[in-house]
């Protein structure tokens, strides 16, 4: 079945590393989505990319980073510069402008 | 900047009522407007995609409309049922010409609740 994978689900970081969260499609969409989900505050977009090799930042960039080297694939990397990476992450992806997003199933990071 | 508002926060119903969901949005811009379900800790399921030239859209006991002139969404539950309790979400689609996807803004949700 196609979709979205997360990995891992739960994800635990100590002050000052930087952690890797992954998102692999299989669905053979061009457009890929990070975004945060933070209890009362809804989805904020933190980076996204249309094509291989092109990303662009979100609302809240700072501190992530991600790299899109194919297109199955939007890593997103959790530096030692974000100051409260404490949150639900989630990935999504789109075949384009008519259609609905796809969501993969979430990591949940927490700072220890 | 969009913004997308959903009232009521938190909604508690007997099981077999019929509930409504209201989502509003300030930009009537949109491409399209999604509507998802989110279960405690899960990702989003996506619902219903109505497209701006739809009035709207209907999915088993869902029906969702669309008014673009009003800036509202309405996600309409039939029947509704125990299974039914989760979040759901709406988020309007905005376009850019150079990309490949658009660019959702979401709601902050509808805590539903249905009591057996």
């Known amino acids: 079945d196609g979709g979205i994978t997360q990995s891992p689900k739960y994800l635990f970081r100590k002050e000052g590393q930087n952690v890797t969260l992954s998102c692999e499609q299989n669905?053979?969409?061009?457009?890929m989505y990070w975004y945060r989900q933070d209890p009362g505050q809804g989805l904020r977009l933190i980076y996204y990319?249309?094509?291989?090799?092109?990303?662009q930042k979100g609302d809240i960039a700072e501190g992530y980073s991600v790299s899109r080297e194919k297109k199955e694939s939007f890593p997103l990397t959790v530096t030692s510069a974000q100051k409260n990476p404490t949150a639900f992450y989630l990935c999504?992806?789109?075949?384009?402008?008519?259609?609905?997003?796809?969501f993969g199933s979430g990591t949940r990071l927490t700072v220890v | 900047k969009q913004e997308v508002t959903q009232i009521p926060a938190a909604l508690s119903v007997p099981e077999g009522e019929n509930l409504v969901l209201n989502c509003s949005f300030t930009?009537?811009?949109?491409?399209?407007l999604q509507w998802f379900r989110q279960d405690p800790g899960k990702g989003l399921t996506s619902l219903l995609l109505?497209?701006?030239?739809?009035r709207e859209q209907t999915s088993g006991r869902l029906n969702a409309s669309l008014d673009k002139s009003s800036g509202r969404s309405t996600l309409y539950i039939a029947a509704s049922q125990p299974g039914d309790s989760a979040t759901y979400l709406c988020?309007?689609?905005?376009?850019?010409?150079?990309?490949?996807?658009?660019?959702?803004?979401f709601g902050g949700g509808t805590r539903l609740m249905v009591k057996p």
């Open positions: 988020a309007a689609a905005r376009t850019n010409p150079n990309n490949a996807g658009n660019m959702l803004t």
């Open positions: 930009d009537s811009a949109i491409y399209n």
């Open positions: 990319s249309q094509i291989v090799n092109d990303f």
């Open positions: 109505i497209q701006s030239s739809q």
């Open positions: 999504a992806s789109t075949a384009g402008k008519i259609y609905g997003y796809t």
């Open positions: 669905l053979n969409h061009d457009a």
